[in-house]
């Protein structure tokens, strides 16, 4: 086994247990919602827990509130920081504000839009740098220097991971309620923090985790194959929250050997799925947050699965490029037909 089995962590099922008790009452209860007709194109039965409806609009806010109430707890900073495509930075912001706390974020010069105005409409300070995770983090180390601010770090933190990994738990435990099990989890992928609390989530049970990454944005999977990081050069994708060059230290020791495996996705397959779960679910989802589900797609035709469950992990979509992919895929999405549809 490689040197990056730094899987010499003491995170375990007991943290996102924790972690998902104690967000009871201070997250959305987000629904886990059914559609016969995306079972019947899956051929399976599909469990989505829609984390587009999260406060923040994306799963991201659940280990943000986590790790922010920890610094908070602790004191010593006045405020926190935090890089990231935007999802994270913004989860950041609206729980720091709940504490008391300032923020500042640290975003690509590409970032959405929309979730730059979000993250200063929460209160946030915007910084940004360039377009890779290394000049964003060469901002963040510049930045504590100067402020002493504490940093939570999208993929490498322990409240992160947890937070993140709560929605996987209360995806289970609400398809239990219902009477069901699921066969498999499928979760995006981008520095690998939600497939990592997922993994955790569910030791010791046997239903497998997926992950799920872009064509040629994938980290992740190779360095399951090499059994170290391996960082790449990310390729164009309409995920845009799924693209980092490096996966987290910490989250690739939990899931090396814990993940069932990861499956590639590409525009087509996302923006299909985008298409099918407005359509069919009543979910407005943003690329990112389709990737699980048009992962699932993908999975389902592999194998013999009865019931699979996708964390639907965000919902901050730029209107223009919905009315892109509904123009692209919204004639065979509101079908069901065809995997492939128009590219956009």
Known sequence: MANELLAHTDMCRDDVEAAAEWLRDRVVDTPVVRSTTLDRIAGTRLWLKAENLQTGGSYKFRGALRAVSQVARRGGHR??????TGNHAL????????????ATAVLPIDAPVTKVDSIKGSGARVELAGTTVRRRLEVVDRLRAAS????????????????????????????????????????PVGGGGGVAGACLALQGQETAVYGVEPVGCDSMTRSLAAGRRIAV????????????????????????????????VDDDDIGRAVCLALFHAKLLLEP??????????????????????????GGNAEAVLIARLVAGYGATARTGSGRKGART
């Open 233 to 264: 050069s990310p390729a164009p994708t309409l995920a845009d929250g799924l693209r980092p060059s490096l996966v987290g230290r910490l989250p690739f020791g939990i899931v090396q050997d814990r993940i069932a495996g990861v499956v590639p």
């Open 148 to 187: 002493g601010d504490a940093v939570l770090d999208a993929y490498d933190h322990p409240g992160v991971i947890a937070g993140q990994g709560s929605a996987t738990w209360d995806l289970v435990e609400e398809v239990e309620r219902r009477g069901a099990s699921l066969d498999a989890v499928v979760v």
């Open 79 to 84: 405020g926190v920081i935090a890089q990231s």
């Open 288 to 313: 990112s947050g389709a990737a699980g589900l048009a992962g699932a797609l993908r999975l389902a035709a592999r194998g013999s699965f009865t019931d699979i469950g996708v964390v639907l992990t």
């Open 91 to 102: 989860a950041v912001a609206i729980a720091a504000e709940r504490y008391g706390l300032s």
